[in-house]
């Protein structure tokens, strides 16, 4: 690993109470070399922990309360904002302040801020030009990525009809000061996005390197490209960008008992964000479960049913444990990584909405026969309306807890659904006093996270997006000494 590097740069009011980039002592190396950039890039991208990834799928349908799970613990407690959709994540209900809550916004924005440096400086580093072409690349392939999180996050969902004036997040493309900013538009923020990914494919094409598994690659940009349209609903441009993953990358078998995510995997393209596997088995799983919808879903010769959950131990009942995916069973390298599956599901989708349900349903086979020990039983729909339905259904069950996928998938639906989420309190002795029911709301203006407070206080005039005030129906219970 290359040595750790700082940038010296003074604050900028923009990063606000973030302090990410602060000013550092003079005994500090400043990049000069295309080796010191591109390890600023991997420490800042591939090692920094993100605390959004975990928070988010609190918020699913995939996640409930395992049954009997102790309401006054503290990991269970510093999760009911997001599980209960509140409308400020930062504040509990006794008025205290959740720390990291809503610390999203603050740790992409750095991610955002080093991009940008490396983007403006890295053409003098001293080094040969290809080099610098892929470490440039990387900056604008990170760039476009965590613009693409932040709008999925903190961005109105998606509407050709309204994204010219929808509030999306707001857009630095540089290092400069600014004291206050505005928020871009939806259909700004999704054209910078591309105009990123394509930067970084023409350069990392253009430099002719190829890197490790840590680094994206051009079949990595690639992939994201077929994302960001799939959410805009370019289904023809979906099929196109998947098509250039999958013309050069296949799938590869799931074999149980050993991890899919490794370097040998010709499946993974890209892998990132290792600092979040440790923090992971957190003890957060005795109190928070798969739901049995998603655990069902799977048929028992479906592999991923034993690759992705274990079962808990007698003590915790019936629930199953949802963080496998966060450990070494499953990954040997990072948390997060954009895999052949995906193109695959992505352009299924596509062929789908696009009145293609054979050439979908081919691609939902393609996948199936790397994930079953046999398809024999499987029953695919026959009628072209329910096709698309089955392909969503299976993007759920292979993308399950993996990145921001069944949060951001919920959110993008023609008609979001409504999920409900119990929250049980019992007391210091075991004693179930009562249960709360939370609801979001098909289009429930919840599905967008708030600012962070912070935020909104060091810049009065930036808008945020008004959220509901969540209140439970409540069920008591008896308690008997």
């Given at each position: 690993?290359?040595?750790?590097?700082?940038?010296?740069?003074?604050?900028?009011?923009?990063?606000?109470?973030?302090?990410?980039?602060?000013?550092?002592?003079?005994?500090?190396?400043?990049?000069?070399?295309?080796?010191?950039?591109?390890?600023?890039?991997?420490?800042?991208?591939?090692?920094?922990?993100?605390?959004?990834?975990?928070?988010?799928?609190?918020?699913?349908?995939?996640?409930?309360?395992?049954?009997?799970?102790?309401?006054?613990?503290?990991?269970?407690?510093?999760?009911?904002?997001?599980?209960?959709?509140?409308?400020?994540?930062?504040?509990?209900?006794?008025?205290?302040?959740?720390?990291?809550?809503?610390?999203?916004?603050?740790?992409?924005?750095?991610?955002?801020?080093?991009?940008?440096?490396?983007?403006?400086?890295?053409?003098?580093?001293?080094?040969?030009?290809?080099?610098?072409?892929?470490?440039?690349?990387?900056?604008?392939?990170i760039r476009a990525y965590s613009y693409f999180n932040l709008l999925n996050l903190y961005g109105v969902p998606f509407n050709a009809a309204t994204a010219s004036s929808d509030l999306g997040v707001p857009l630095r493309l540089d290092t400069g000061v600014e004291?206050?900013?505005?928020?871009?538009?939806?259909?700004?923020?999704?054209?910078?996005?591309?105009?990123?990914?394509?930067?970084?494919?023409?350069?990392?094409?253009?430099?002719?390197?190829?890197?490790?598994?840590?680094?994206?690659?051009?079949?990595?940009?690639?992939?994201?490209?077929?994302?960001?349209?799939?959410?805009?609903?370019?289904?023809?441009?979906?099929?196109?960008?998947?098509?250039?993953?999958?013309?050069?990358?296949?799938?590869?078998?799931?074999?149980?008992?050993?991890?899919?995510?490794?370097?040998?995997?010709?499946?993974?393209?890209?892998?990132?964000?290792?600092?979040?596997?440790?923090?992971?088995?957190?003890?957060?799983?005795?109190?928070?479960?798969?739901?049995?919808?998603?655990?069902?879903?799977?048929?028992?010769?479906?592999?991923?049913?034993?690759?992705?959950?274990?079962?808990?131990?007698?003590?915790?009942?019936?629930?199953?444990?949802?963080?496998?995916?966060?450990?070494?069973?499953?990954?040997?390298?990072?948390?997060?990584?954009?895999?052949?599956?995906?193109?695959?599901?992505?352009?299924?989708e596509a062929y789908a909405a696009s009145n293609q349900a054979t050439l979908a349903i081919d691609d939902i086979k393609m996948l199936d026969a790397h994930r079953y020990t046999s398809t024999d039983d499987v029953v695919y729909p026959d009628n072209d309306s329910e096709v698309l339905s089955y392909v969503l259904s299976e993007r759920r069950k292979e993308l399950c807890f993996e990145e921001h996928h069944r949060w951001f998938d919920l959110?993008?639906?023609?008609?979001?659904?409504?999920?409900?989420?119990?929250?049980?309190?019992?007391?210091?002795?075991?004693?179930?006093?009562?249960?709360?029911?939370?609801?979001?709301?098909?289009?429930?203006?919840?599905?967008?996270?708030?600012?962070?407070?912070?935020?909104?206080?060091?810049?009065?005039?930036?808008?945020?997006?008004?959220?509901?005030?969540?209140?439970?129906?409540?069920?008591?219970?008896?308690?008997?000494?």
């Open positions: 690993m290359k040595k750790l590097l700082y940038i010296t740069l003074i604050l900028l009011p923009f990063w606000g109470c973030n302090d990410f980039l602060d000013e550092v002592d003079q005994d500090k190396i400043i990049p000069e070399t295309t080796d010191h950039f591109a390890s600023l890039l991997l420490k800042e991208f591939n090692y920094a922990t993100n605390t959004t990834y975990r928070n988010v799928n609190y918020m699913t349908d995939d996640l409930r309360e395992r049954n009997g799970a102790d309401a006054t613990n503290t990991k269970k407690k510093g999760m009911k904002t997001f599980y209960t959709w509140q409308r400020e994540l930062e504040i509990d209900e006794d008025g205290g302040t959740v720390r990291y809550a809503n610390s999203a916004w603050g740790d992409i924005y750095e991610d955002i801020a080093i991009a940008n440096y490396v983007i403006e400086l890295v053409d003098d580093a001293i080094g040969s030009i290809e080099e610098i072409n892929y470490i440039k690349g990387e900056a604008y392939f004291r206050t900013y505005r928020r871009s538009s939806v259909a700004e923020c999704y054209s910078q996005v591309e105009a990123d990914l394509e930067q970084a494919m023409m350069l990392i094409e253009e430099s002719g390197l190829t890197k490790s598994k840590w680094h994206p690659n051009a079949a990595t940009c690639n992939l994201l490209m077929s994302r960001v349209l799939l959410y805009q609903r370019k289904w023809a441009d979906v099929i196109t960008y998947a098509d250039k993953v999958l013309d050069k990358y296949s799938l590869s078998v799931m074999r149980t008992g050993i991890p899919f995510i490794s370097d040998e995997n010709d499946e993974v393209l890209y892998s990132f964000q290792t600092g979040l596997i440790s923090g992971w088995s957190s003890g957060s799983e005795k109190y928070f479960a798969v739901t049995s919808e998603l655990y069902n879903s799977y048929d028992d010769a479906d592999r991923r049913k034993q690759t992705f959950f274990t079962g808990m131990t007698a003590e915790t009942g019936e629930a199953y444990n949802w963080t496998a995916k966060y450990n070494t069973s499953f990954t040997s390298m990072g948390f997060a990584n954009f895999r052949v599956a995906e193109a695959v599901l992505n352009r299924a959110r993008r639906m023609d008609s979001r659904p409504e999920i409900k989420h119990v929250y049980s309190v019992i007391d210091e002795t075991g004693y179930l006093l009562q249960t709360e029911t939370y609801t979001l709301f098909s289009d429930d203006p919840n599905y967008t996270l708030p600012l962070p407070l912070d935020e909104r206080e060091n810049n009065l005039l930036i808008r945020n997006v008004e959220r509901y005030e969540k209140f439970p129906v409540i069920e008591e219970y008896l308690v008997i000494p």
